[in-house]
């Protein structure tokens, strides 16, 4: 069933430091793929409050939506205010904030880790901010030299302090994990490789309407022949390098190559990078942009299959964008943006 068959008529709660913001308007709510923070925007009119607005230091927010009288409503974003804006001729409020990934990008940090695992510091670092830890368990030390029992900054090595985002996104990329915050949960795990597919359909079908109200593709003709990535490693306590490459075969297109050189990886590991690296960059040769009737199934890391273009774009991709847009006017929308699945 295609996707727009979840269209309904949207009913939007603010909760503004947990009361509700009964003049609000319109919304719009950012999700990314990549470690990236989401990001939000309500607006709302000022109705007599634009003293009280001036004064403010601290606006929690939580963005709700009902589309189910009979589900209730549900949690787009939670966060706190970045940004207040005040429009007294017009009459206009304005909240921009970030989701509760923002309390882990502005907390600096040079803490160093015993002996610690990446998951280990994750869940610290969640419960340091009040967040819930949707985490899986690794088992290397990532404090550990060699076999010694050293501590080690996991960051950057000329640098002297880095957030505890970094710190994580850092972790994450070692663990081949991807980062991201929903409500007030840290998510610390693996793609799910595992789940079926949804199908976005960009034309009509025997289930029914298409689910795109307008679609872009593009193709990036840089990453369109094959792509050859190499690691370089040399390995200080085994006294050897390693190289590890990864690449395409379409047998079409120029050929670019990419060198990446990561110290004290052993083979394995080179190898995983570079199969990472080859999925990453291959992954920006197609790209869709579709508007869309809003709903709230799909999500970033989400894979999708596209169908009904008949072209090369009816493959399988990854979303990496999502921007629900919600108005008393307009209704519930959304901009979708997804990257190529399967490069291989």
Do not use: C
């Amino acid at each position: 069933m295609p996707l727009s068959s979840a269209w309904r008529a949207p009913r939007l709660l603010v909760l503004a430091n947990g009361a509700p913001l009964g003049n609000a308007t319109e919304t719009a709510v950012s999700t990314y793929g990549g470690f990236a923070a989401g990001v939000w925007r309500v607006r709302a009119a000022l109705a007599g409050d634009t003293a009280r607005w001036a004064a403010s230091t601290a606006v929690d927010v939580d963005i709700q939506l009902m589309l189910d009288p009979l589900g209730g409503f549900v949690s787009l974003m939670q966060g706190s205010a970045d940004y207040i804006g005040i429009d007294p001729i017009a009459g206009t409020l304005t909240l921009e904030g970030r989701d509760r990934s923002a309390a882990l990008i502005e907390a600096r940090t040079q803490e160093t880790f015993a002996n610690r695992t990446s998951s280990e510091i994750a869940a610290t670092l969640a419960s340091r901010h009040g967040l819930a830890a949707d985490v899986q368990a690794t088992t290397t030390p990532v404090g550990r030299f060699w076999q010694l029992e050293h501590d080690a900054l996991t960051m950057n090595a000329h640098a002297r302090a880095t957030t505890e985002w970094d710190l994580l996104a850092t972790l994450a990329g070692w663990e081949g994990f991807d980062l991201w915050v929903t409500g007030s949960t840290l998510h610390f795990r693996p793609p799910d490789t595992l789940a079926l597919p949804a199908v976005l359909a960009a034309a009509p079908t025997a289930a029914g309407a298409p689910d795109f109200t307008a679609l872009r593709l593009e193709r990036a003709l840089s990453f369109a022949g094959d792509i050859v990535v190499t690691v370089k490693s040399w390995h200080s306590r085994l006294g050897a390098g390693t190289v590890q490459t990864a690449q395409t075969a379409r047998g079409s297109g120029a050929q670019r190559d990419y060198v990446f050189v990561v110290p004290n990886l052993s083979p394995d590991a080179a190898l995983l990078l570079a199969q990472r690296k080859l999925a990453e960059l291959a992954s920006h040769e197609l790209v869709f942009r579709g508007e869309m009737p809003g709903e709230l199934v799909l999500s970033p890391r989400v894979a999708v299959q596209l169908i009904g273009t008949g072209t090369v774009f009816d493959t399988g991709f990854r979303i990496d964008e999502i921007e629900r847009r919600i108005s008393m006017r307009a209704g519930f929308s959304q901009l979708v943006q997804g990257r190529t699945a399967s490069p291989f």
